[in-house]
């Protein structure tokens, strides 16, 4: 790919991500609401809407979109994985600080897990176990790490493996480190909005010695429908510098909290 077609796929991601935010945040816009947000032509708009309307993360009516109810985008693969790139990266790039080689290490399906995998190449050799279909993919082919694919009920929805199978196989081992995220937060609690979802976070807890919760600025103050686990149970909370220093600080009384720069 070219550095101009590279450029211009960039700039239509960071386009709709915006659109996606903006949308989400009031419950609907108008084609007009979105040109004066973006800059853009009305052919540009409608292209953008066309395409998040495709991958679920918004709904189209005539004049404008609307957001889809929380437990469709964000559960939606494609919308994480398009979501706050440059903020996953940075909680990736802190996160891998904590790898060293000869460990045993398991990811969940996050988008930020994700970015973790990217990076660990450099540390090998390692034991990685996950259930991300994605990460699987991205690890299969790396020298001198030994990967443990935790299957079970493919759901299309988050590309990854859930249900009774994926529990069993996750409580059948124990790790060193987990690396973890989860759609919401606050200074007390982690929620999700799946109970299935939810079930295997909480069996990922069990199986590590050590809990890592990487969570980008987006997901906080905010919770969802289920608690998945008090944030007590993590030994170590991994943010972005987008999140308000008052609330790292609250948060910091609980839990040691690392804060990547973007």
Same mark, same amino acid.
């Given at each position: 790919?070219?550095?101009d077609?590279?450029g211009t796929?960039r700039?239509?991601?960071?386009r709709?991500q915006?659109?996606t935010?903006?949308?989400i945040?009031r419950?609907t816009?108008? $084609?007009?609401d /979105?040109? *004066?947000?973006?800059? $853009?032509? &009305?052919?540009?708009v409608h292209?953008?809407?066309? *395409?998040?309307?495709?991958r679920g $993360?918004?709904?189209?009516?005539?004049?404008g979109v609307?957001?889809?109810?929380s437990t469709?985008?964000?559960?939606?693969a *494609?919308y994480r /994985?398009g979501? &706050?790139? =440059?903020?996953?990266?940075a909680?990736?790039?802190?996160? %891998?600080?904590?790898?060293?080689p000869?460990m045993s290490?398991l990811?969940d399906?996050s988008t930020t897990?994700?970015?973790?995998a990217k990076?660990l190449s450099?540390?090998?050799p /390692?034991?990685? %176990?996950?259930?991300?279909?994605?990460a699987v993919?991205?690890?299969k082919d790396?020298?001198?790490?030994r990967?443990?694919?935790i299957?079970g009920d493919?759901s299309?929805?988050h590309d990854?493996?859930?249900g009774m199978?994926?529990?069993? %196989?996750?409580?059948? #081992?124990?790790?060193d480190?987990?690396? /973890?995220?989860?759609?919401a937060?606050n200074?007390?609690m982690?929620f &999700?909005?799946?109970? =299935? #979802?939810?079930?295997?976070?909480?069996?990922m807890l069990?199986?590590?010695?050590?809990?890592v919760?990487?969570?980008?600025?987006s997901k906080?103050p905010r919770?969802a429908?289920h608690?998945?686990?008090? #944030?007590?149970?993590y030994d170590?909370?991994?943010v972005?510098s987008?999140? *308000?220093?008052?609330?790292v600080?609250?948060?910091?009384e609980?839990?040691?909290?690392?804060? %990547?720069?973007?």
């Amino acid at each position: 790919m070219s550095s101009d077609t590279s450029g211009t796929t960039r700039s239509r991601q960071v386009r709709q991500q915006r659109i996606t935010d903006f949308v989400i945040d009031r419950g609907t816009a108008t $084609v007009a609401d /979105l040109v *004066e947000l973006t800059g $853009v032509s &009305h052919m540009t708009v409608h292209r953008d809407i066309d *395409e998040l309307a495709r991958r679920g $993360v918004l709904r189209k009516f005539r004049g404008g979109v609307s957001a889809l109810p929380s437990t469709v985008f964000e559960s939606n693969a *494609e919308y994480r /994985l398009g979501a &706050h790139v =440059e903020a996953k990266a940075a909680i990736a790039r802190q996160a %891998a600080t904590l790898v060293e080689p000869g460990m045993s290490i398991l990811l969940d399906d996050s988008t930020t897990a994700l970015s973790l995998a990217k990076l660990l190449s450099e540390f090998v050799p /390692l034991t990685v %176990a996950t259930n991300y279909l994605r990460a699987v993919e991205v690890l299969k082919d790396v020298d001198d790490l030994r990967l443990i694919c935790i299957g079970g009920d493919y759901s299309r929805t988050h590309d990854s493996f859930l249900g009774m199978p994926c529990l069993e %196989a996750v409580d059948s #081992i124990t790790v060193d480190m987990a690396f /973890l995220s989860t759609s919401a937060m606050n200074t007390d609690m982690t929620f &999700h909005q799946e109970p =299935e #979802i939810v079930l295997v976070k909480r069996a990922m807890l069990a199986s590590a010695e050590t809990k890592v919760l990487l969570m980008d600025s987006s997901k906080m103050p905010r919770s969802a429908l289920h608690r998945l686990a008090p #944030i007590t149970d993590y030994d170590r909370l991994i943010v972005d510098s987008g999140v *308000e220093e008052g609330l790292v600080k609250e948060l910091r009384e609980r839990i040691p909290v690392d804060v %990547a720069p973007l």
